[in-house]
């Protein structure tokens, strides 16, 4: 799974200038890292008050302290949102996306009806890429 | 779905003295309003600042001021959780009992791994009965 | 302070029938039982997500889990607010009520301008009731 | 006062590379504009859902929906923090700094136990390197 993140970071950096994730470990940090190799901003929206939860591929920190009540600040910040295969976690930021009206393409992940499903990095790229642009 | 959630809240006040919830409108409102016919107090924790956009059967009104992030609030006051159907703002929920390891009824609502269904109002609270006992 | 505290809880409860607070221990926890000593209901609004962490006074606990910002829901949560001697945390919560433009009696608390001075607590417990009434 | 705001951004500008604020306008639009016009990179952590709520300055918008309770991650977000003339949303930010343990220069703001005074920009930014060194 953390290949796939680090892809999809990677192909996203060809169509996005910034990646906002909740900036721990696991996906979050794979992500980042492939973001990053190709040149990415990354912000890390994390839930604690201490900087250093953040994964060291986070550009910038925003430290909330607000637990997970600060998944609704990662989803607001983006104009689209790409989930990967996750857990609940994941599931209320799709439920969140849902609520705000934001695009959320989800690459393996929940199905849930409003969804956009991919199977591929390059189909969700290629998603986002539509998306960002309309 | 409002004559259920009266229903369910009528019930609730059987096994339970307060009941908490969004404390807006519409299903919020009707369980609320059940609740209180049979005695219960109720708690809204509501996503605004003015306490007037709580419905009249909230007892007691937090106004959060946190807009869709107050549901974290709403869930992790609660011992046991019964969702109603609902669109996104339900499901967000779910997700949140899912992360902290609240035990979730699902009333004909979202059918999530980790949730535990019930198809009757009886059903629903006889097993919010046991799970406080536990 | 805490006999203090304790002594404005048990002359609040003559004006008020709930009292909310931060929850926590000190100043916080002997308010609350001074209240509870005449049969007021007490709310504690606690920066964590371990209901275990509010004192024992609390009736109601709402675990936020916001850290810091639940100062902000403390204070909206009350018509009038009293604060006690206290540092950079009653401070906080002084500024939110000025910031909401609710009315702050500071009891030997900060002397910031716009909120209402009193010295006993006979004094605040009185300006409580004419608020209350107004 | 928004001239103090500008003359302060752009002097910030030569001792950090990142600024953040409330996102908002006034002293907020006047301190991203000054420190921008040198080259910064700003960030506005903003009350409410809409991105457009910010100024025109904001290089990167975090929209949180928090209401005032974004002033705790506005605050947190920072190494060190520099006040300016400002009302009680100023003070909520100063207790909050005081709490963190963050240091907060008082440009001409409020005198309160515990910040570092300021008279002049100057004084206020030689301040700021010195603790962004230590």
Redesign the interface.
Known sequence: MEQLAHNLGKNLAKVAE?LVSGGLGGTMEAVFQGFKAVGGLT?G?TPG?DKKEANEHAD??????????RN??VV??AEVVVALPG???T??E???C???GIPVISLKSWD?P?VIKAETVEEAVNKVRELLKA
């Open positions: 910034i912000i929206i008050y910038i920190v925003i430290p909330t302290g607000l637990g997970l009540a609704v600040l607001k910040s857990e609940a976690g599931l209320s799709i439920a969140y849902l609520q705000f849930i409003g």
